[in-house]
């Protein structure tokens, strides 16, 4: 979705975060960090490490507060894991015209937006699906469904994230294609980015 805002609060840096800022490389923008408590050396070796440390630029303090600084917010990711995570989320200033919010580790009966969302108007689609990945996850698109596209079923069980058609004609600006497959056993769902061959 080419986010160039992305916000990730959480309490260190994980793997995620090291994600987070490969995507922002990938995308041409910047991955915004924001720790509660100043733990930035360790932070910052983690990231110097990867190579990634012209993407990110660390916060720390109050999460609430530092997130009053970034508007029209792309991408995010909210580690619930803290006792006000519901006050984070209300605070998070996304792009209505098309972002994501993924709110991690929400335990079972947590809520999470559930489709409610600040700044954005009655037109504007939001929709929410709460995941049993880790301790729980719910990933809150917004925009209209055709920025996503539409899901369908492939003959080897899989989907594939289809552009919606405009007039009878796919976008040919798609450079890759999204593949989802769900495992039998466990219910959890694998999305690959495949590029589109020439």
Request: one cysteine or more.
């Amino acid at each position: 979705m080419s986010a160039k805002l992305i916000v990730e609060v959480t309490s260190e840096v994980s793997p995620s975060t090291v994600a987070l800022a490969a995507a922002a490389r990938q995308t041409g923008g910047k991955l915004v960090c924001i720790l509660p408590e100043p733990k930035l050396d360790k932070s910052q070796k983690a990231i110097d490490d990867s190579g990634l440390s012209d993407m990110v630029e660390f916060k720390t303090g109050d999460p609430a507060e530092a997130l009053r600084n970034y508007e029209n917010i792309d991408f995010s990711l909210v580690d619930c894991k803290s006792n006000d995570y519901e006050r984070l989320l209300k605070k998070l200033d996304v792009n209505p015209k098309r972002s994501v919010v993924v709110a991690n580790n929400l335990l079972e009966g947590d809520k999470g937006l559930k489709g409610h969302v600040k700044g954005v108007g009655n037109k504007t689609k939001v929709r929410s699906l709460k995941h049993p990945i880790g301790e729980g996850m719910e990933i809150t698109m917004i925009g209209r469904s055709n920025d996503f596209g539409r899901r369908e079923k492939a003959k080897s069980g899989s989907y594939c994230i289809r552009p919606e058609r405009k007039g009878g004609i796919v976008k040919k600006t798609d450079k890759s294609r999204w593949i989802f497959q769900v495992d039998e056993k466990s219910g959890e769902e694998h999305i690959f980015r495949m590029p589109r061959s020439q």
